[in-house]
């Protein structure tokens, strides 16, 4: 049978690439009707124009972020002049930038695909710019068809879970949404009340990446696991009941979203690491982020982790609107003062449909026309900073990571670094001299 729908992960090089999840929903939703879908995927090494000339699907989807989206543009152009078939763009950046994405593609969706793919796919849609109603119960929504998706190649890779890297780390999302509004946040559940997946339907996908996909450990990338303690108690009690928590598993968290019998109840049932968007040791910085936690909470979490044996990392972000050098200082010595395990620092990078782009584009730090591939971490990113030059900041980032890499890892692993990449290593080395000097 022809290929209806073609769903496309475009993105040649991305740093810690994880299965299309999104693609993966829609292919199960549209499949479940009968319509026949296959997922190109260039993260997992897949040519898309070779892939796409040999089926030649009806309707091409492509899915984007904004540090992908260049290259989501480059199909979407190819596919109008090379294919007969029907263009259509979402995800995060494509909700953010809709007009935008009508210059290269037939359709843009905004918000959640599931339902407007479908009626695209049944030809119930004339609109250019989609968007339809959210599905209230998500456990409507089959499972992500990983069968159309590469698993191999995504299994194959390391991830950290904790003490140790492994792989066969099997990634899902159990809930869309997040009921905090920080300014330097935009994805596609903002607008929508937060919702979750039953802790059985939970239960059921951990089975099916251990047995279907002999997955060794998991990885929920919800934006905040902990948001519903009831559900997590749940989950925890039948993963203990199952056996599923001999597999070392992470998360993401907030610091007010967590409790020490809570902590207890998700390391008994193999929670190994849990991360927390921290971002500032400056409570001014905090309520400028509109984080809504307090620096008291965020040490209190990393002492409960460690009280109930759970590993703690932090993610934090420098350079933010108004943040002057002290306050970056304090961030340093809440790290120094905390019992971290692992810690991330990151240059406060704007993104489309945040607060934070708005106030960016007014004081002119995003000059046009934007080169969207430089918004990741660690790329020549615009910053948010109207107060510290982009290399100071980057300055102190490379500090910090060298602290970040000595305090997560043996001195035996820094030397294998060293080897592998000397220049990095001296670029390590002159900041941590610098240390000294600044
Ligand atoms: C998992 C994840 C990662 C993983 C893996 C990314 C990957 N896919 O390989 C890792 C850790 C590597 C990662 C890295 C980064 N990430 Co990230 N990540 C996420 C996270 C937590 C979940 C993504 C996901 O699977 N969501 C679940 C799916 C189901 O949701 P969805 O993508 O929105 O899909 C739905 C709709 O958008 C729509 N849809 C999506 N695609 C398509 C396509 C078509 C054709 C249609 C019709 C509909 C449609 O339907 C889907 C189902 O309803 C999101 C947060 C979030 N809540 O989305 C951040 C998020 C996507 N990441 C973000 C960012 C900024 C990054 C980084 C750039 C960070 C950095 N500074 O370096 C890096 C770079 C990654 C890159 N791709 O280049 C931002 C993106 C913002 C933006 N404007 O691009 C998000 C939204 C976080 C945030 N709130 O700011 N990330």
Redesign the pocket.
């Known amino acids: 049978m022809m290929t209806d729908v073609a ?3 475009p ?1 040649l090089k ?13 292919a199960g939703y549209l499949e479940r009707q009968n319509i026949e879908v296959a997922i190109i995927d260039e ?1 997992a090494g897949e040519k898309c124009e070779d892939r796409l000339e040999k089926i030649c699907p009806r309707i091409v ?9 260049d290259r989501a543009y480059q199909i979407g152009d190819y596919v109008g002049k090379n294919l007969d078939a029907l263009t ?9 930038m809709p007009k935008e994405g009508l210059e290269h593609f037939d ?1 843009v ?1 905004v ?4 339902r ?2 479908l009626d ?1 796919a049944k030809g119930k849609c004339p609109e250019r710019i ?1 968007s339809r109603p959210f ?1 209230k119960n998500i456990d409507e ?1 089959p499972p ?1 068809a990983r069968h159309l998706i590469g698993m191999g190649f995504y299994l194959s890779l390391e991830a950290n879970i904790g003490e140790r890297n492994t792989s066969n780390v099997g ?1 899902l ?1 159990t809930s ?3 009921p905090y509004r920080c300014i ?6 903002r607008d929508t009340p937060v919702r979750y997946h039953g802790p059985e339907r939970v239960v059921e996908e951990l089975n099916q990446l251990a047995e279907v996909y002999a997955a060794k450990a998991f990885y929920f ?3 905040t696991f902990t948001a519903n303690r009831k559900r997590v108690q749940k989950i925890c009690e039948l993963m203990i009941g199952s056996g599923l928590s001999e597999f070392p598993w992470s998360a ?1 968290t907030r610091a007010d979203l967590v409790d020490l019998e809570m902590l207890k109840t998700m390391k008994k049932a193999g929670c190994a690491k849990l991360e927390f968007g921290f971002e500032s040791g400056s409570q001014r910085v905090l309520d400028v982020l509109k984080k809504g936690t307090t620096v008291e909470q965020n040490m209190r979490a990393i002492r409960l982790c460690k009280e109930a044996g759970i590993w703690a990392a932090g993610a934090f972000m420098i350079g933010n609107p108004s943040e002057t050098l002290e306050e970056i200082r304090t961030t340093e010595q809440f790290i120094e003062e905390s019992n971290l395990d692992e810690f991330h620092v ?1 240059i406060t ?1 704007p ?4 607060e934070l782009w708005g106030w960016a584009k007014e004081r002119g730090l995003i000059s046009e026309p934007v080169d969207y591939s430089s ?5 020549e ?1 615009p910053t948010s900073s109207d107060k510290i030059p982009k290399d100071v900041l980057r300055k102190i980032v490379l500090r910090l990571d060298a602290k970040s890499k000595l305090r997560q890892q043996s001195k035996v692993g820094l030397c294998k670094r060293a080897i592998k990449n000397p220049r990095l290593f001296f670029e390590y080395v002159k900041a941590m001299g610098s240390r000294w000097f600044s």
């Open positions: 769903l496309v992960n993105g991305v740093t810690g690439p994880q299965p299309p999840l999104n693609l993966g929903y829609i993260r989807g492509v899915t984007a972020v904004t540090s992908t989206v259509v763009l979402g995800g995060v950046h494509a909700s953010a359709k969706v918000g959640e695909g599931e407007a793919m695209i989609v599905v929504i992500p990634t999302i869309r949404g997040c330097f946040c935009y994805n596609n559940w990338h919800d934006d993401w990151s990078t993104f489309p449909g945040t918004l990741r971490i660690g790329a990113s």
